[in-house]
C-alpha cells in the first residue's frame, strides 16, 4: 500500500502547491456530479510516462501524475477541481507504468475544441517538496479525433517545463476499459491490491460523485501511506481535522462522503470506543448504535459473502449475534485458550528457522501464520502451502469498488472474484466440520444460523486481520534493523537488540506503524434532517469513524517524540495504546458480550515477539541471548542496499530476502 512529505500540519503535498494548485490535501471538497444518463464523456487510459526526469539525489525519481480537463490555457489550479483525477506513486523509476483509467464528464453544450486534458507528472520526495516533472495539454477535440480514427490508438505527449524531459502516453475511448482490465489480470491483483482497486479501478468505476470522492481520498490515502517513514499516514487525518467549539478535533467528511465525521485525537477516539459498546443495548431494536461493512475505512461489498443471509463482514454483526460468538472467538483466539500459548508458538517460531538459509520476508512469514498457527495450531487444520496461497488470495473480497462493479463480468475475471468465493466455499466447508469436533464445549448451544456465521467469522478474522497485520509487523521487526530509515531514526537501545528488549520493539514498532486504520459505526438515532438527492428531506444517521491510528501520534499522550521511535516504559504501551480497540470494553471485561476489543491482542503480540525471539536466537544462540547478547545482523545477509529497504506507513514496502551467512 502504499508517499508525499507534508509540512506536519499542513498541506500533504507541500510546495507541491505551486504545480498542482488547489490540489493540495489539506482540504477535501466534495467532487461534482458524474451524469450516468449517457452524456458526453472521455474515457482516458493514461498508461505510463517514459525518460523522466531523474529528480532524486539519491536513488531515481518516484512520479505520481495528476489530471484535470478546463478551458484550454488555463492554468492547472484553475480548472474545475471536480475533473481531478490522481494516479499513485510509482517508486524508484524514471519510466513508471500506471495504467490509470478514468472518466471525466464533459460539460452540457461544450464545445471540445475549447476544453483540454491537462497531466501534471510530479516527483514525489521523501525529504524535501515534490518537484514537477513536467506537464502535457491535449485538446479534448484532438483526442475525440484520435479515437474516431481507431479504438485503440496509443497517443504520445511531450512533457514540457522547466527541466523536463520525457513523453506520456496514453489512450482513449472504447479500447480503455478492456485494456485497463487486461493489464491488471496479467499483473494479478494479489501482488499490491490496493493500489489495484482504489488506483487502476476505483475511479473508472466510480458512478456516483460520492463514489468518485471516495475513491479519490482512497488513492491519497496510499500516497500518505506509502511515505518513507509512515508520518504522512497520520498526518493524512490531522492536516483535515479542525477544532469545534467544543474542542474536539475532527474532519468533517471524512473518507466516505455524506453526513461523517473522523475524530483523531486520543481521548476523542478512546472515548468514542467506550461510548460505543454502551450503546449497544442487548437487541436490534433497543441498540443506538451498529457497525456497517466495513474493513477499517475501507467500504466492502455484499459480494463477498454469499453465504450469509445478511451478507457482510462480522465486523458489522448485529448485537445479538456479536453476543453469540464473542465467546467463542475469545476461547479460540484469546488469552486464556486452550489452542495456543507462548510455548506452543516459541515452538512453531523455533521450528521456523531450524535448517533455514534463506527467508523471503514478503511471503514467508504470511505462509507460516497463516498455514502453521491460524490453520494448524488454532483450527487443528493440515492445508498444503497452494491452499495457503489460495487462501491468502481471497483478499480480493474486499475491494472497495462498489456492488456493481463487483458483479460486472469483466472485473469479477480481472480481480478473480469467483475464484476466490470458489475457495472461500471449501474453506468454509472445512470449518463447519471441524467446529463440531474442535470446539466441542465452546460452540455447545449455538444454532445451526449462528454456526454458519460462525465459520463465516473466522475466515474473515484469519484473512482480513491476522494475515494483513501480524506479518506486517514481524517484517517490521525485521526491516527496521537493516534499513537505513532504521539506522537513522531507531534509537540506541533499539538499535542494539536484546532478549530483555522484545516485547517493547515489538510494542513500539505496533504504535510507530500502527496496523489497525480505522473503527466505524452508525447512529441509529437519527439527529439530523438533510435533503435527498431528490429534494425530499430525511432524517440522517450519522456516521462516526474513530481514526485508531492517530491516537499513536498524540503528543498530549505520548509526548513531543510521539512521532520518534523509542522504546518506551512498558507501562505506557499497557496504558496508551487503542491499537486493539483496547478501550472498546464493557466494565473493563473482554469477554463481556458487546466488549469489541480485539479478542486475538495477546496472540498478535505473542506472534511477534516469538518470531523475533526466534530470529535473535538464530544470531546468537538461546544461552547467549539469555545471557544478554544483542542481536548478530552478520548472521543473516540481507540481499537489498540498507537504503532501498523503504519503511512506509504500512510497513516495509520493498522486497528483501535474508540469507544465513556460512559459518
Given at each position: 500500500?502504499?508517499?508525499l ?5 499542513g ?9 498542482l494548485?488547489?490540489m493540495?490535501c ?11 444518463d ?11 510516462a ?8 539519491i536513488?531515481t525519481?518516484?512520479?505520481y501524475a ?5 478551458p484550454?490555457?488555463?492554468?492547472f ?5 471536480e ?5 499513485c506513486?510509482?517508486?524508484?523509476t ?8 478514468v ?5 452540457n453544450?461544450?464545445?471540445?475544441s475549447?476544453l ?5 507528472v510530479?516527483?514525489?520526495?521523501v525529504f524535501?517538496a515534490?518537484d514537477s ?8 477535440s ?5 479515437e474516431s ?8 505527449k511531450?512533457?514540457r517545463?522547466?527541466?523536463?524531459t520525457?513523453v506520456?502516453q ?17 499483473r494479478?491483483?494479489?501482488?499490491d ?8 479501478l ?9 463514489d ?13 501511506q506509502?511515505?518513507e ?16 467549539a467544543?474542542?474536539k478535533?475532527a474532519?468533517?467528511?471524512g ?11 486520543h481521548?476523542?477516539?478512546?472515548g468514542?470506543?467506550?461510548n460505543?459498546?454502551q450503546?449497544l ?9 451498529y ?9 466492502l461489498t455484499t ?6 443471509d445478511?451478507?457482510?463482514?462480522a ?9 453469540a460468538?464473542?465467546p467463542v472467538?475469545?476461547?479460540v483466539?484469546g ?10 508458538i516459541?515452538?512453531?517460531t523455533?521450528?521456523?528457522f531450524k ?7 514478503k511471503t514467508?512469514?504470511e ?5 502453521d ?9 493440515e492445508?498444503?502451502?497452494s ?11 474486499a475491494?472497495?469498488l462498489?456492488?456493481s462493479a ?7 475475471k ?9 475457495t472461500k466455499?471449501?474453506?468454509l ?9 474442535r470446539?466441542?464445549?465452546e460452540?455447545?448451544?449455538?444454532s445451526?444460523?449462528?454456526?454458519k456465521?460462525?465459520?463465516s ?17 514481524i ?8 534499513s537505513?530509515?532504521g539506522?537513522?531514526n ?7 537488540l536484546?532478549?530483555?528488549?522484545l ?7 505496533v ?5 489497525v486504520?480505522g473503527f ?16 425530499s428531506?430525511?432524517?440522517s444517521?450519522p ?6 491510528l ?16 523509542v522504546l518506551?516504559?512498558?507501562?505506557h504501551?499497557h496504558e ?13 471485561d ?24 526466534a530470529?535473535?536466537?538464530s ?5 547467549a541471548?539469555a545471557?544478554g ?5 552478520n548472521?543473516?545477509?540481507c ?5 532501498k529497504?523503504?519503511?512506509t ?6 522486497e528483501?530476502?535474508l ?5
Amino acid at each position: 500500500m502504499p508517499v508525499l512529505q507534508p509540512v506536519r500540519g499542513g498541506t500533504q503535498f507541500g510546495a507541491a502547491q505551486k504545480v498542482l494548485g488547489s490540489m493540495g490535501c489539506a482540504t477535501s471538497k466534495s467532487v461534482g456530479p458524474l451524469r450516468v444518463d449517457g452524456g458526453d464523456e472521455l474515457t482516458v487510459l493514461l498508461i505510463r510516462a517514459m525518460k523522466l526526469r531523474d529528480a532524486d539525489f539519491i536513488g531515481t525519481s518516484d512520479p505520481y501524475a495528476v489530471m484535470r480537463v478546463g478551458p484550454c490555457g488555463s492554468k492547472f489550479e484553475e480548472k474545475p477541481e471536480e475533473t481531478e483525477r490522481l494516479t499513485c506513486t510509482v517508486f524508484d523509476t524514471t519510466n513508471p507504468e500506471w495504467n490509470l483509467a478514468v472518466r471525466f464528464p464533459l460539460p452540457n453544450g461544450a464545445n471540445p475544441s475549447e476544453l483540454e486534458l491537462h497531466v501534471v507528472v510530479v516527483d514525489q520526495d521523501v525529504f524535501t517538496a515534490d518537484d514537477s516533472l513536467g506537464e502535457a495539454r491535449l485538446t479534448v477535440s484532438d483526442l475525440i479525433a484520435t479515437e474516431s480514427k481507431s479504438k485503440s490508438t496509443l497517443i504520445t505527449k511531450e512533457l514540457r517545463g522547466s527541466k523536463a524531459t520525457g513523453v506520456i502516453q496514453l489512450m482513449v475511448g472504447s479500447a480503455v476499459e478492456s485494456t485497463c482490465l487486461q493489464q491488471l489480470e496479467a499483473r494479478g491483483s494479489e501482488d499490491d491490491p490496493e493500489l489495484s482497486w482504489w488506483s487502476s479501478l476505483g475511479q473508472y468505476w466510480s458512478r456516483t460523485s460520492e463514489d468518485l470522492e471516495y475513491s479519490l481520498n482512497g488513492v491519497k490515502l496510499l500516497i500518505a501511506q506509502g511515505k518513507e517513514g509512515g508520518l504522512p499516514f497520520p498526518d493524512f487525518f490531522f492536516s483535515r481535522a479542525t477544532t469545534d467549539a467544543a474542542g474536539k478535533r475532527a474532519w468533517h467528511g471524512g473518507m466516505v462522503p455524506g453526513d461523517t465525521v473522523t475524530y483523531v485525537d486520543h481521548a476523542d477516539v478512546a472515548g468514542g470506543l467506550a461510548n460505543f459498546v454502551q450503546r449497544l443495548g442487548t437487541t436490534n431494536e433497543n441498540a443506538e448504535v451498529y457497525r456497517e461493512n466495513f474493513l477499517g475505512f475501507i467500504r466492502l461489498t455484499t459480494v463477498g459473502w454469499p453465504e450469509l443471509d445478511d451478507p457482510a463482514i462480522a465486523l458489522s454483526a448485529s448485537t445479538e449475534v456479536h453476543a453469540a460468538l464473542r465467546p467463542v472467538m475469545i476461547a479460540v483466539l484469546g488469552a486464556e485458550s486452550k489452542f495456543w500459548s507462548r510455548e506452543t508458538i516459541a515452538a512453531s517460531t523455533a521450528a521456523f528457522f531450524k535448517d533455514r538459509t534463506k527467508i523471503d520476508v514478503k511471503t514467508d512469514f504470511e505462509k507460516w501464520l497463516c498455514k502453521d498457527i491460524l490453520h494448524g495450531m488454532l483450527l487443528g487444520l493440515e492445508i498444503t502451502d497452494s491452499e495457503a496461497e489460495s487462501f491468502m488470495k481471497m483478499r480480493a473480497l474486499a475491494a472497495p469498488l462498489g456492488e456493481s462493479a463487483m458483479r460486472t463480468k469483466i472485473v469479477r475475471k480481472a480481480l478473480g472474484i469467483d475464484k476466490a468465493l470458489e475457495t472461500k466455499a471449501k474453506f468454509l466447508e472445512k470449518y463447519k466440520k471441524i467446529l463440531p469436533v474442535r470446539f466441542k464445549d465452546e460452540v455447545a448451544g449455538l444454532s445451526e444460523l449462528h454456526m454458519k456465521i460462525l465459520a463465516s467469522a473466522l475466515v474473515d478474522a484469519l484473512l482480513f486481520a491476522a494475515l494483513p497485520s501480524v506479518p506486517r509487523m514481524i517484517g517490521l521487526c525485521f526491516g527496521l534493523q537493516y534499513s537505513q530509515w532504521g539506522v537513522d531514526n531507531l534509537s540506541e537501545d533499539a538499535r542494539t537488540l536484546t532478549e530483555s528488549k522484545l516485547w517493547t520493539y515489538t510494542m513500539e514498532t505496533v504504535r510507530r506503524f500502527p496496523p489497525v486504520a480505522g473503527f466505524g459505526y452508525r447512529e441509529r438515532m437519527p439527529t439530523a434532517t438533510v435533503k435527498d438527492t431528490d429534494g425530499s428531506p430525511y432524517k440522517s444517521e450519522p456516521r462516526v469513524f474513530l481514526s485508531i491510528l492517530n491516537t499513536s501520534f498524540d503528543k498530549k499522550v505520548w509526548g513531543e517524540d510521539a512521532d520518534a521511535f523509542v522504546l518506551r516504559p512498558d507501562g505506557h504501551y499497557h496504558e496508551k495504546m487503542m491499537t486493539w480497540a483496547d478501550a472498546a470494553l464493557v466494565d473493563g471485561d473482554v469477554k463481556h458480550p458487546n466488549s469489541h476489543q480485539c479478542p486475538a491482542k495477546d496472540l498478535s503480540i505473542n506472534l511477534i515477539v516469538e518470531m523475533t525471539r526466534a530470529w535473535l536466537h538464530s544470531t546468537v544462540g538461546a544461552e547467549a541471548a539469555a545471557a544478554g547478547t544483542p542481536l548478530n545482523l552478520n548472521v543473516w545477509k540481507c540481499s537489498q542496499d540498507p537504503k532501498k529497504i523503504r519503511i512506509t506507513g504500512i510497513g516495509v514496502a520493498s522486497e528483501f530476502t535474508l540469507e544465513r551467512a556460512s559459518p
